[in-house]
């Protein structure tokens, strides 16, 4: 009893010296300190294409501004539109805008701002090869469609001369719950390919023909590094961070081009003056020289009417942040920026919010 | 003793309510009543689980019917949704992480009840039941980060070059699959299985295991004939609840098993199991139908749940019934 | 004759040899779990990971202060909803219990244990996460708490009924009403089989992952109160390791460890505290 009660009391003292600690050490970098009664809290949640940026720019925004937390979970496209149309989250965001049947869903109106603009490219892991392989629209088709199975095959072979490809099996990483990646990526396939568009379809959750399915951006990622012979679809970034060669596409004009700003930023310029009001717009497999096939714009979800009169006024002070310094931040996390014109008018759309 | 009849008459009636009083009095009615209450909230919170998963799953239920079991599609985009591809794969799962928890788990309890001296057997089973503690995210861990490639680069070409005759064993390997999903499993209830079989094992009676060494018997016969069989139904209880924690595992199976609503004969073929796919599917399934489909696969685990229970359960009534004592 | 017994011989040999080698390859997998998480997790363990909060994707330090806190907060609203019930749950069935309705408890608190737990974390959301609008760590400390029930109860009434009939007969004979007998009599003789059942009913539910992915979901940030997001350990280190970074792989490794160490001390406590007793 005595040993037990000793113990007992080492172990809660232990527990209460950590505990406040941890509540009351300040430290420079990354602790923040605990919220105050006046801390207001949002909550939102969806797509995994931008969650790096956007967990940067929450980070930031709460540096600047210590009282407010904006707290963004990367649970997929599909996820943030539905926490956004039952209401959990104040708001939401998706690779993929939302369609006509789902904002009918909602009670209010909801706005959609392109935040940044990214592109989504293959990236694989075959022993001996680092360099960049071109891919067409319908090579990867064939090959997500399971038709095309081994590395070394005629078709890959004959747009990639001078790389040793092995006669590896190819594994193919699709996502594995809904996605706006997802979206952007059967929605190329489906412009390119007939046989695609009819049989599988462009949605954030279809029925793959092949593959294996990750979680995330993250889970694809993670999946191809550690496969040979993996081929997936992530956003630039995660290819880039995770130091993972990703190839390069055939765009509309047909010329080889990579995913890389440049490519993204031509893809969006063609549309930038005859973008929607309500900035939907799908810019896959976009006309020009230099356009990146698979780009597409990240949406914010924003419900026109908040009650909470806080919280309004902190998502419209968020947004003018991030349309003006925050888009500063996006080019080093491999995203490019939006274009003047669309900046501008999103200026303006951020009025509706009442 | 004869049988009383029931006092009636004033006397008795008075007596009665005069106990009740002093039940009220004392407290006793009150505690009678609450204590109950909170053990029908047990029942309570269970029918509401079940009423929820079956209120929110009437529009698919509708649509598919009985062929929900049987359909092997599972497709948003038309709203084609069939839960074969994840019944299987729960099933095949489970079965595999019994059929290597199982023999693995027994023997080293009859090791370690039999002929492991006591200091070291209880030393053993001691971490081994801190394992069974282990929360389950880290065995998916290490899932990922060994035992998937593990098997990949050795596991399953050692047994596509063996037993690759097999439609089991052949296919390409990926690392992550059912194979690994299964092993993965196998290890997180081999703990259960030894420390439960353990227990029943140590509490066969000692004149037991001496009848059969007085009649000739060599030690392992007398256990292998004697002390297992009067120990099966903890052994078999100890399976079952493998078996249900095998069936329900989440997080170590969705991070290992490929996440492919696909039926393959192949083991080394990625899955995909009810639990996982709800896990990996729930927060977004923006058409309803989706949803409810979804939460329709959770009423078929938990039916599942439910007759493996039963099933249990029944067993154990039938090796009672055999004769064993426990 | 001699062959028959040398073959039988053998054979016991042969076998035995198969159950210490089968006992050798399960508890070698697990001590080799058990370094490996050590050594792993150890070696990314730091003060800035314990005191710190997470950092954005991509940038190295960051730690997981918050979810260390939030699971704390998780497992004392789980406790607080669970185990009175539990409790309770089983004083009935041990004291008041007889007959089909006992049965009926006893066979459905089996059946709660038995329910995957994901299948409770859609229960919680749908009737605690939509009507409020709301993730919450109330969500997730209900989704736990429901948990934790059918173990508090078949603890709580395996502890009472090791109390000998004599105990609550002593009580009765001096007068004691039936609830004071079980309050001050039975509760306390049974109360190191009670606690070590609470216990590790705890340590068990502190490692669960998928009840909070849709209840608690996760927060970056501390989380005040009972009504927002809140950071577990389970999920974020689920969320560490399915990602493709290093670093947050580290982290995850470090979160495992103290996710472990937490369970492992709480198990090392209560067993040593019944060590006095005969195996149990």
Redesign the interface.
């Known amino acids: 009893m005595k040993k037990l009660s000793n113990l007992a009391i080492i172990l809660v003292s232990a527990a209460l010296v950590l505990t406040s600690l941890v509540a009351f050490h300040s430290s420079p970098s990354n602790a923040a300190p605990v919220p105050t009664p006046d801390t207001v809290m949002l909550n939102g949640a969806g797509a995994t294409f931008p969650y790096p940026i956007y967990s940067k720019w929450f980070s930031d925004y709460n540096k600047i501004h210590s009282d407010i937390q904006i707290n963004y979970q990367s649970i997929g496209s599909g996820a943030g539109i539905r926490q956004l149309l039952s209401g959990t989250v104040d708001f939401g965001a998706s690779d993929v805008p939302m369609n006509d049947e789902q904002l009918g869903q909602s009670k209010t109106k909801i706005l959609h701002f392109p935040t940044v603009l990214g592109a989504v490219v293959p990236t694989y892991n075959i022993a001996g090869v680092s360099q960049e392989l071109n891919f067409t629209g319908e090579v990867l088709t064939d090959i997500f469609l399971g038709k095309i199975t081994k590395w070394n095959d005629p078709e890959i072979a004959k747009y990639n001369k001078g790389v040793n490809l092995p006669a590896q099996d190819i594994v193919v990483v699709h996502r594995s719950e809904g996605s706006g990646t997802s979206y952007v990526w059967t929605d190329f396939l489906s412009k390119v390919s007939t046989q695609w568009g009819s049989k599988v379809g462009r949605n954030t959750a279809v029925n793959w023909p092949v593959g294996l399915g990750g979680k995330g951006n993250e889970g694809v990622a993670g999946l191809v590094k550690q496969i040979p012979g993996a081929l997936g679809y992530v956003e630039l970034i995660y290819a880039v961070q995770n130091q993972i060669p990703y190839g390069r596409v055939r765009n509309a004009a047909g010329v080889f081009v990579k995913g890389d700003l440049a490519g993204v930023t031509a893809a969006a310029g063609g549309y930038a003056k005859t973008m929607p009001e309500d900035f939907r717009i799908s810019i896959t497999n976009a006309p020009g020289q230099a356009a990146y096939p698979i780009a597409s714009f990240t949406y914010l979800l924003i419900p026109t009417k908040i009650e909470d009169a806080n919280k309004k006024d902190i998502i419209k002070r968020f947004l003018t942040w991030m349309l003006n310094d925050g888009q500063e931040e996006v080019e080093a996390l491999s995203y490019a920026r939006l274009p003047k014109e669309v900046v501008a008018r999103e200026l303006k759309q951020i009025s509706q919010i009442q | 003793m004869a049988s009383t009849p029931i006092p009636t008459g004033r006397a008795a009636s008075n007596r009665r309510a005069h106990a009740f009083i002093q039940g009220l009095r004392s407290g006793d009615t009150f505690a009678h009543l609450f204590t109950l209450l909170c053990a029908a909230s047990i029942l309570l919170v269970t029918v509401a689980l079940v009423y929820e998963l079956y209120i929110n799953s009437t529009t698919a239920q509708h649509k598919f019917g009985l062929g929900f079991l049987t359909g092997r599609t599972w497709d948003p985009v038309s709203g084609d949704f069939g839960a074969l591809p994840f019944v299987y794969g729960t099933l095949v799962t489970s079965a595999l992480a019994l059929l290597v928890a199982v023999p693995l788990g027994v023997g080293a309890a009859i090791f370690l009840s039999e002929l492991a001296p006591p200091r070291i057997s209880n030393a053993l089973t001691f971490v081994i039941e801190l394992l069974a503690a282990v929360p389950s995210v880290i065995y998916g861990l290490l899932g990922i980060f060994i035992t998937a490639p593990f098997l990949r680069q050795y596991g399953e070409p050692f047994l596509k070059r063996t037993l690759g005759f097999l439609p089991l064993f052949q296919g390409p390997m990926y690392g992550v699959g059912m194979l690994t999903a299964g092993f993965v499993l196998a290890i997180m209830v081999v703990p259960f299985v030894i420390s439960l079989s353990r227990e029943v094992l140590m509490a066969v009676p000692v004149d037991q295991r001496e009848a059969a060494l007085g009649l000739g018997a060599t030690k392992w016969e007398s256990t292998w004939q004697v002390v297992v069989p009067y120990a099966r139904i903890g052994i078999m209880a100890s399976i079952f609840l493998a078996l249900a924690r095998a069936l329900g595992e989440t997080m170590a199976v969705t991070m290992v098993i490929g996440n492919d609503p696909r039926i393959s004969s192949s083991l080394f073929a990625p899955g995909y199991t009810i639990a996982a796919v709800i896990a990996n599917e729930f927060a977004e399934a923006t058409a309803d139908l989706h949803l409810q489909a979804l939460i329709e696969l959770g009423l078929v685990l938990f039916a599942l749940t439910i007759v493996i229970n039963g099933l249990a359960r029944i067993a154990i009534i039938f090796t009672t019934q055999k004769g064993s004592r426990q | 004759m001699l062959r028959r017994n040398s073959w039988?011989?053998f054979?016991?040999y042969f076998?035995?040899s198969?159950?210490?080698?089968?006992?050798l390859?399960?508890?070698g997998?697990?001590?080799f779990?058990?370094a490996?998480?050590v050594w792993n997790g150890g070696s990314s363990l730091s003060w800035?990971f314990?005191?710190?909060?997470?950092?954005?994707?991509?940038?190295r330090?960051?730690?997981m202060?918050n979810a260390?806190?939030g699971s704390?907060k998780l497992l004392l609203l789980a406790s607080a909803f669970g185990i009175?019930?539990?409790f309770?749950?089983g004083?009935?069935?041990a004291?008041?219990?007889a007959g089909s309705?006992?049965f009926?408890?006893r066979y459905?608190?089996?059946?709660?244990n038995?329910?995957?737990?994901?299948?409770?974390g859609?229960?919680a959301?749908?009737?605690v996460?939509?009507p409020m609008?709301?993730?919450s760590a109330l969500a997730g400390g209900l989704a736990l708490g429901?948990m934790m029930?059918?173990i508090a109860?078949r603890s709580t009434e395996e502890a009472l009924r090791t109390v000998p009939l004599m105990l609550r007969e002593g009580a009765l004979a001096l007068g004691a009403?039936?609830?004071?007998t079980?309050a001050t009599v039975v509760v306390p003789a049974a109360r190191k089989g009670i606690v070590t059942g609470i216990v590790?009913d705890i340590?068990?539910v502190?490692?669960?992952?998928?009840p909070l992915?849709?209840t608690a979901?996760?927060?970056?940030?501390?989380?005040?109160g009972w009504n927002?997001?809140i950071a577990s350990l389970?999920v974020m280190?689920?969320t560490y390791?399915?990602?493709?970074?290093d670093d947050w792989?580290r982290q995850?490794?470090a979160g495992?460890l103290v996710?472990?160490t937490l369970?492992?001390?709480a198990?090392?406590?209560v067993?040593?505290?019944v060590s006095g007793r005969s195996?149990r």
Not at chain 3, 18 to 23: F, K, N, Q, V
Not at chain 3, 50 to 59: D, K, N, R, S, Y
Not at chain 3, 114 to 120: E, F, T
């Open positions: 039988r011989k054979v016991n076998m035995f198969m159950t210490g080698l089968c006992a390859v399960a508890v997998f697990l001590f779990i058990l490996y998480l800035a314990l005191t710190h909060l997470p950092a954005p994707v991509g940038e330090g960051g730690g202060a260390i806190v704390g009175p019930i539990g309770l749950g004083v009935y069935l004291e008041f219990g309705f006992p009926v408890v459905t608190a089996d059946l709660l038995g329910v995957p737990s994901i299948l409770i859609i229960f959301y749908t009737i996460v939509l609008k709301h993730f429901v029930i059918p109860v009403s039936k609830w004071k079980i590790l340590a068990r502190a490692g669960e992952t998928a992915l849709f979901l996760n927060n970056q940030f501390w989380s005040p927002q997001p389970p280190v689920y390791a399915i990602s493709p970074y792989h995850a490794w495992g996710l472990l369970v492992l001390v198990n090392i406590v067993r040593l505290s195996a």
